[in-house]
């Protein structure tokens, strides 16, 4: 049998921060890095709620027998990662650590993956059995695999259940699946991605508390984007807020973090962008090698850039709400640090305040000096008849929208 390099000991330590629920998450995962579009999970209970057993099933490409020992060989940087090191802005390979599989020992004894692959034009199939107790072992290299009519994917099959209920497993488990996978169904949403539990699929759209689906076109270039924003009702288990760039395929070609600097508030969101102008799009441009920038779209084109100015100030439209407690904290803090004089006059505040909801980047750029001479230029400016020059002075740093203008023109009134 063949034995991982590590000791159990030495993967329990190494794994001794997983809960069920994050376990679970390892093998869906899997199917989605195996190129699945649909996992299902499901469990049976007894009379008294307790779990019999769990299954999680994917129609990924499956585990090919002869690469079953590299796969399931513990790295604690598994090939998986080494492989895709470079494509760390891609969320279609999740798996880093190589050790996902072995987690289930937090809520079973048993796993058994039954696995069918393609090769040399038939289906094949067979299966790996490893036990808790000795997570370094498991069965499978010997075994000889059989033709088989299934479709590739696999099932891994959980047994011996431990600290999960059926309660816990209907309550909570598909908000917490929703927390961990909802971004990834919507980044897939074109492409019938699924997580179905027990025959019921799991809806992104549920944590969904704010959406806005716009179209957008950079003239001179003709280039066009189809924009999905979405601002989730709370925080997703590992993901930022982070843009997806995806192609005319629907498939994402990168994802990076939004500009917007978390600050506490609780803003938590998505933004999909697909266009065909990210089929050919080198994302990282100073890596990439001249042949393929000269064919490709850079970040220094001017639709690339277009692109990003409108999404920066989609985001800070979006996210002037959720700044107001913040502008409140903010007049606070100038008042102690006396960088606001004390006899200051309501309409200083009130602009400093729309001010910092506004481009909340204003204020928190600058230093203690340059704070000072800030508020005292608004001030002289707010007792001048020159108000008006404001708005266009902030229209020229910030896109306003028509809303916003007539705001900044009735303060100065
Ligand atoms: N459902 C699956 N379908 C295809 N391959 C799988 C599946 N589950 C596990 N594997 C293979 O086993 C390897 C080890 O899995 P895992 O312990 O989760 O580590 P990691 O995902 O970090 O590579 C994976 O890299 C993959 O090659
Ligand atoms: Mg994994």
Known sequence: MPKI?????????????????????????NGFDAQASIIKIDFTANELGNIESISISDNGYGIPHDKLQDKFEPLFESKKALENKLKKNLSAIHGKNGIGRLTFFTFARNAAWKTVYHQND???????????????????????P???????????????IHGLTSHQLEEKFQE?????FAWFLALNRHRNFAIIINGTAIDFQSIIADSEKFELEHEETKTVFFLYYVRWDQ??????????Y??????ERWKEPTAIKNKGEQFYHSFFIESAYFDAFSFQSADSDQQEALIAGTRSDAQFKFLRKKLANILRIKRRPFLKGFAEQLLLDYEQKNILPTDAKDNLKQTIKILYEMQPKIFTSLNLEQKKILVGLLGILLESNKTENVAGLLGGIIELTPDEQSELTQLFL
């Open 5 to 29: 390099q590590i000791t159990a000991k030495g993967i329990r330590a190494a794994l001794k921060k997983y809960v069920p629920y994050q376990s679970l998450t390892e093998y869906v995962w």
């Open 122 to 144: 038939t289906n094949l199939t067979y299966e790996i059995y490893a036990n808790a107790e000795n997570i370094n072992l498991y069965t499978g290299v010997n075994a000889v």
């Open 146 to 160: 059989r033709q088989t009519e299934e479709e590739t994917g696999t099932t891994v099959t959980f047994s011996g």
């Open 176 to 180: 917490y699946m929703l927390k961990e």
């Open 235 to 244: 925080r997703l288990n590992n993901e930022p807020s982070r843009y997806y």
């Open 246 to 251: 995806i192609n005319s395929e629907h498939k």
